[in-house]
């Protein structure tokens, strides 16, 4: 495969719009416009010596596409430049990404602290799978930034954390752990997935290790599922790789292809989704209806100070695609409203062109006791709105009826 005009080096100097489009781009000899679709599990070798060199690492290329493929690559290579990271491995989900990265170097006696508030499949990793293995956690209350230093033990060998987390788009500031990481010795772990790597940079704050589902923005159209794991080489290349290849947590070529293609048009998309957000967040705050929204780039978000400093997109605060609220009339307005809406769709994925709702309290979080919903701000009547790519006004228009009926 000959590589493009455009060398890592060079591409390294872009603007991310840029990178986006012209970064990790390989053309074959046959030089098609659009990337290939590599769909082969192997590769084969011109001679045996060849393939032993491979094998042992003496020559670059590719040996078996669990380990990587042309495709995973390409999308490898330009989730690196847009990240401003050393290296990228891409897996077949955000989980399969999340639960790599922590337990490609933890072991029996470790300890992980993460902030009390995230995904659900993150909680059950750190609180169910973990600790079979003799990994113990703490959870705090990481939004408030004195709760962090007296939770580190001696044995903390990762510390665990969502900004903004979800569904209440809590804010935490990164640079403050990253800093406390360095001096307790504990690797920083940022799930950046609500913030997408073009509104936050975790690297450059110093986290140590950033994690994706491309699942969501990144794909942007909700068609396929996988996840990336960006940091720097020792760390990807030394410890979670051969973590990897040998769990076979493998991303599809194809899959790989969709979304490499769909971040050709990722800031453009981004640009929509957060404007329409902020549109939306500021409408449902003055809507009599409505309790309370929680938007990180509205001034009434009890984080907004640590948001602008943190989430920015082309240099200017911007508070994401995702808008959670709370009703006044509790659940029974919650399920009126989700059920009075035309245009918006009832899903819990998030992320997509289509404007998607979600009632946490019953769905994603419903695992949780009400007592602890209490306590992470999960009210009875909230909603959270992943913001699509619709015209805004139509989208206001919508929830105007719906919350009236
Ligand atoms: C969706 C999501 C995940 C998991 O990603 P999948 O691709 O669904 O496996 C993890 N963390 C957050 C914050 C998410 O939104």
Not at 81 to 107: I, R, Y
Not at 252 to 266: D, G, M, V, Y
């Amino acid at each position: 495969m000959k590589r493009n005009r455009n060398t890592p080096e060079i591409a390294r100097k872009w603007r991310p719009d840029t990178q986006l489009v012209r970064g990790g781009t390989y053309r074959s000899e046959t030089g098609e416009t659009s990337e290939a679709i590599y769909l082969t599990s192997g590769f084969c070798y011109d001679e045996a010596e060849t393939a032993e060199s491979r094998f042992n690492g003496v020559a670059p290329g590719y040996v078996y596409s669990r380990y990587v493929n042309p495709n995973l690559k390409m999308l490898q290579d330009r989730l690196c430049l847009l990240e401003g990271a050393e290296a990228c491995t891409v897996m077949g989900s955000g989980m399969a990404a999340v639960f790599a990265s922590m337990m490609s170097f933890l072991k029996a006696g470790d300890h992980v602290l993460a902030h009390r508030v995230m995904f659900g499949s993150c909680h059950y990793i750190i609180t169910q799978i973990l600790p079979r293995f003799g990994i113990t956690y703490t959870l705090v209350d990481g939004t408030e930034p004195a709760n962090w230093e007296g939770a580190f033990e001696k044995n903390t060998a990762c510390v665990f954390i969502e900004t903004p987390s979800n569904p209440c788009l809590e804010v935490i500031d990164i640079s403050h752990i990253a800093g406390l990481c360095r001096s307790h010795g504990a690797k920083l772990i940022v799930d950046n997935i609500f913030a997408t790597p073009l509104l936050q940079k975790p690297l450059e704050m110093g986290a140590d290790i950033v994690v994706y589902s491309t699942t969501k923005h990144m794909d942007g159209q909700g068609r396929t599922l996988g996840g990336a794991v960006l940091g720097n080489r020792d760390y990807i290349e030394e410890t979670l790789l051969p973590f990897h290849r040998h769990t076979g947590p493998a991303l599809s070529p194809f899959n790989a292809w969709i979304i490499h293609k769909s971040l050709e048009t990722f800031s453009l998309r981004m640009e929509r989704h957060c404007a329409n957000a902020d549109k939306l967040a500021r409408f449902l705050e003055a809507h009599p209806a409505v309790e309370r929204v929680f938007f990180p780039a509205l001034e009434s978000h009890p984080h907004y100070v640590v948001a602008s400093r943190q989430m920015t997109y082309k240099g200017k605060p911007c508070g994401g695609s995702l808008v959670a609220f709370v009703l006044k009339g509790g659940k029974e307005a919650a399920f009126g409203a989700m059920n009075g809406l035309h245009i918006v769709d009832i899903s819990n994925n998030l992320g997509d062109a289509k404007s998607l709702i979600t009632h946490p309290a019953s769905t994603t979080h419903s695992n949780i006791s009400p007592e602890e919903q209490a306590k992470i701000g999960i009210a009875p009547g909230l909603l959270r709105l992943s913001v699509g790519l619709e015209d805004a006004d139509d989208l206001c228009e919508d929830f105007e009826r719906a919350l009236a009926g």
